[in-house]
């Protein structure tokens, strides 16, 4: 499984980890991934995504999941976010 935010494409960063003694050797900064259930209100069904805790607060400020996917851009959605981005348009035109 890999450490990317479905939502986001946040993804490991790289950099120095940094002794008393300015020793210095490479270390891995990793996201703040949590499993999470999220409710699409067009389409009336939970979907279960792995993203990252900023991108749950982004979701929740701009008003739930359908929000958050009319404003992202596809490149940095995962295959699955960009089903469901695809499905509530569907629903969304439809209506």
Do not use: Y
């Not at 993804?11 to 270390?27: E, F, L, V």
């Not at 749950?56 to 960009?82: C, I, P």
Request: charged share 25%.
């Amino acid at each position: 499984m890999s450490r990317v935010c479905e939502l986001t494409g946040k993804g490991p960063m790289s950099g120095n980890s940094i002794s008393h003694a300015n020793n210095k050797t490479r270390r891995r900064f990793l996201p703040n991934l949590n499993d999470v259930t999220l409710i699409s209100d067009v389409l009336g069904q939970s979907f279960k995504l792995r993203i990252s805790a900023a991108a749950l607060r982004t979701v929740d400020h701009r008003g739930g999941l359908d929000a958050f996917l009319a404003k992202a851009k596809d490149d940095e959605l995962s295959v699955n976010a960009l089903k469901i981005k695809k499905e509530i348009a569907k629903v969304q035109a439809a209506a």
